[in-house]
Every structure is written in structure tokens, then in C-alpha cells.
């Protein structure tokens, strides 16, 4: 099994920043892309940004030059720095990998954490 464990979620003011962290364990040989979505009701899921595991990173338009997803290693772990936030930006965020297991290591699944809400208040 692998689970991703979300936080950093809340509520701010718009300009205001956060930090989400999704943490994935569990029977892990290794972790390939990490990325972030985000949805609100009646709309598609967005993804936001995503890094692969040598480290490049992709972003929505939408959140360039205010957001940054980088990655721990060591600690499996994916974060999402997010600033000038607007009311926009308010959606349930969750985080995504692909994880090789050792019990498959020839079959890499994607895996999401929970979801956290982040609202951005005018």
C-alpha cells in the first residue's frame, strides 16, 4: 500500500501565501512524477504544477511566477509553495504520484492523497 498524507491547507487572505506537503509512504522502492490539481465544483480538475523526479517542473499558467513545487527525496515528500494568492486560486487541492512498489517494481501506479481545501479570501 501507498498512502499520501496531505496538509498545509486553511484559509487566507488574497496576497497571502501557504504551503501544502504531501508525504507518501508506505512499501515505496521508488517515486517518479509528483504533481498538484486542484478543482472546484463543476469544473475539470486543473493540474497545477508537477515535478519529475529528477526535479523538472511544469506549471499552469494560471500559477506561474507565484507558485513553486519542489520535492524532498529523502522524505518522499512534495510541496507546493504558493503565493499572491487570489480567489482563484480557492479549490481543493490534492497531490499525485507515481510510486514503483517493490511488490510490482514492473508496475508504476498513481496514487492521490486526500485532498486539502485551500480558500483565498478578497
Known amino acids: 500500500q501507498v498512502q499520501l498524507v496531505e496538509s498545509g491547507g486553511g484559509l487566507v487572505q488574497a496576497g497571502g501565501s501557504l504551503r501544502l506537503s504531501c508525504a507518501a509512504s508506505g512499501m515505496i522502492f521508488k517515486i517518479n512524477d509528483m504533481a498538484w490539481y486542484r478543482q472546484t465544483p463543476g469544473k475539470q480538475r486543473e493540474l497545477v504544477a508537477s515535478?519529475?523526479?529528477?526535479?523538472?517542473?511544469k506549471y499552469a499558467d494560471s500559477v506561474k511566477g507565484r507558485f513553486t513545487i519542489s520535492r524532498d527525496n529523502a522524505k518522499n515528500t512534495v510541496y507546493l509553495q504558493m503565493n499572491s494568492l487570489k480567489p482563484e486560486d480557492t479549490a481543493v487541492y490534492s497531490c499525485n504520484a507515481e510510486a514503483v512498489r517493490y511488490s510490482s517494481p514492473y508496475y508504476p501506479l498513481k496514487y492521490w492523497g486526500q485532498g486539502t481545501q485551500v480558500t483565498v479570501s478578497s
Open positions: 515535478i519529475t523526479s529528477g526535479g523538472s517542473t
